[in-house]
């Protein structure tokens, strides 16, 4: 290890959130010039102990040194002035604003008393190209699918002058090209002199750029290494505190009669001519690049959005679905990829969460019954190992990780026949992906079907029966579980 400066020493940090612990005495020291990754599962502390960093949280206590001196650092402004930028896991855009008004919020550029729009949007362009980012600097935020906010955020943050960038999980919704990409801007950065915090659940990831690991689970540190002194055993081991011995739970059983059939499914401007069915005991994966029309043929599917031609039968018969209430009517959820729009509610707890889809369940003559809504939100939250105080705990003050698994623990405990999932593992630690995909393979064994839409190659291949391939709007490939590679999934997806 070359003796690079310690550009940033924390020590001894102690967090508590109205009295309860989630820091105990945790340090961590950055060099100059190197990537150092923070691991560990959700709700390990990984995105507090960085948000005391960038002075969204108020440290209990404990000590930090930037480039030698001691650093308060109370609020984002006083982080910003002392060189630390976040990329955070949760977006926080504006979204009635145009891209490059998000870029060069509080820092626009001025002609005179005015804003100086044309210089801010050809300033956007020249990072965009820097960093490979095809989006309208133009368009409105809100406009975006989930990937491209994302690269706005990376944007942001690369472009301004800080020497310190925390990203954390920041190709969570990102493809294999875009990750690509990003790993050549962590390189340029690096080689700049920057430093960068990493925190990231793919292990493939941790290995491809880290040059340090610091590993934290419940709050406390486990360790910290180099690279070199790690394998992905030893690193899964301390981050969840045992060894995992099967990551992808599949178990052969055979199908059943087609459950949903869909055929020449078009919505303008988002996919044409999508035809393809499911049968019980499947699992349906649907792979592609960002901006390919998955997203948008499972929202249809789910009555989120209008199609504008084909049809769409479930169980032998044809459906009209334009509602999520006629899908649920149906036999269908959905897990969106977009946790804070569409899925979560934030200000409800973690058991209004779990059993806000299916409340009629829990109801007789309009009154909850509050026992067995309780009972049933504790079954699911344990069957997905959710962390949280209590289950009366706000989703907001859940890990990014642990509110994906109240969503994921919501939608089973409707107990539909057809679960489409966006991105589910988004953000899920390792040891709680083997659960998901053990609760998913379990799904499907007892007859019913999974549609899966993922960017993750792995995930894709280790889970599904049949991978069907989008490319610009329309399916360009089908492959059975045995025939599927990564080349020929890849293939696919860029339209070869
Ligand atoms: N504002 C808050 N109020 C109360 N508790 C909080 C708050 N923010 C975080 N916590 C709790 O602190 C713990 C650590 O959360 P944190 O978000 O740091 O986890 P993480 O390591 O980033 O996990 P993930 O991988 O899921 O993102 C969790 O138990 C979480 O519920
Ligand atoms: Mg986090």
């Not at 002035?81 to 926080?92: F, K, P, R, T, Y």
Request: with cysteine; net charge negative; aromatic share 6%.
């Amino acid at each position: 290890m070359s003796e690079n400066e310690r550009i940033l020493e924390m020590r001894d940090i102690v967090k508590e959130f109205s009295g309860v612990r989630v820091l105990d005495r945790v340090s961590f020291a950055l060099r100059r010039g190197t990537v150092h990754a923070l691991m560990g599962e959700n709700g390990a502390g990984k995105s507090t102990l960085m948000k005391i960093l960038c002075g969204i949280y108020a440290k209990t206590e404990g000590e930090i040194l930037l480039r030698g001196a001691p650093a308060e650092i109370q609020t984002p402004t006083d982080a910003k002035a002392l060189g630390v930028a976040m990329i955070h896991q949760e977006l926080s855009a504006f979204h009635a604003l145009t891209v490059s008004a998000n870029m060069f919020m509080n820092r626009e550029f001025m002609k005179g008393p005015v804003i100086d729009e044309a210089r801010m949007v050809s300033e956007t362009d020249k990072v965009f190209s820097d960093l490979g980012i095809r989006i309208d600097p133009k368009a409105k935020m809100e406009t975006l699918s989930v990937a491209e906010m994302q690269l706005v955020e990376i944007a942001k943050a690369v472009s301004t002058d800080a020497d310190i960038i925390i990203m954390d999980e920041p190709t969570s919704a990102l493809t294999e090209a875009e990750v690509r990409k990003l790993y050549e801007t962590v390189e340029d950065l690096k080689s700049r002199g920057k430093s960068i915090i990493y925190i990231s659940h793919k292990i493939e990831e941790i290995f491809a750029i880290a040059d340090e690991i610091t590993v934290l689970r419940d709050g406390s540190l486990v360790g910290h290494d180099e690279i070199g002194a790690f394998d992905k055993d030893r690193l899964i081991s301390m981050m969840v505190g045992r060894t995992l011995s099967q990551q992808f739970h599949k178990t052969r059983h055979t199908f059943g009669d087609v459950m949903l059939k869909v055929e020449g499914l078009s919505r303008e401007h988002a996919f044409e001519n999508v035809s393809f069915e499911v049968r019980a005991g499947e699992v349906f994966g649907l792979a592609g690049l960002i901006g390919a029309g998955r997203t948008e043929v499972v929202e249809t599917l789910f009555g989120l959005a209008k199609k504008s031609a084909g049809t769409v039968s479930l169980y032998g018969a044809p459906v009209e679905i334009n509602s999520p209430g006629d899908a649920i009517h149906s036999g269908i959820a959905f897990v969106s990829e977009d946790r804070k729009n569409v899925g979560l509610n934030l200000v409800g707890s973690v058991k209004e969460n779990i059993t806000l889809a299916n409340l009629k369940k829990y109801c007789r003559l309009g009154v909850i019954n509050a026992r067995e809504e309780r009972a049933a939100s504790d079954a699911q939250a344990e069957k997905l190992s959710v962390k949280a105080n209590s289950r009366d705990t706000l989703a907001m003050y859940l890990s990014g990780g642990n509110q994906q698994k109240v969503i994921l623990a919501r939608w089973m405990s409707t107990t539909p026949r057809i679960l489409i999932l966006d991105e589910p593992t988004k953000g899920i630690d390792v040891g709680a992906k083997a659960e998901i995909y053990r609760l998913i393979d379990e799904f499907a064994a007892e007859g019913n079907c999974v549609i899966m839409v993922s960017s993750e190659m792995p995930e894709v291949l280790g889970m599904s029966d049949r991978i069907a391939v989008m490319h610009e709007g329309r399916m360009t490939a089908v492959f059975d579980r045995d025939e599927a590679t990564q080349e020929k999934i890849l293939a696919a997806a860029a339209g070869i």
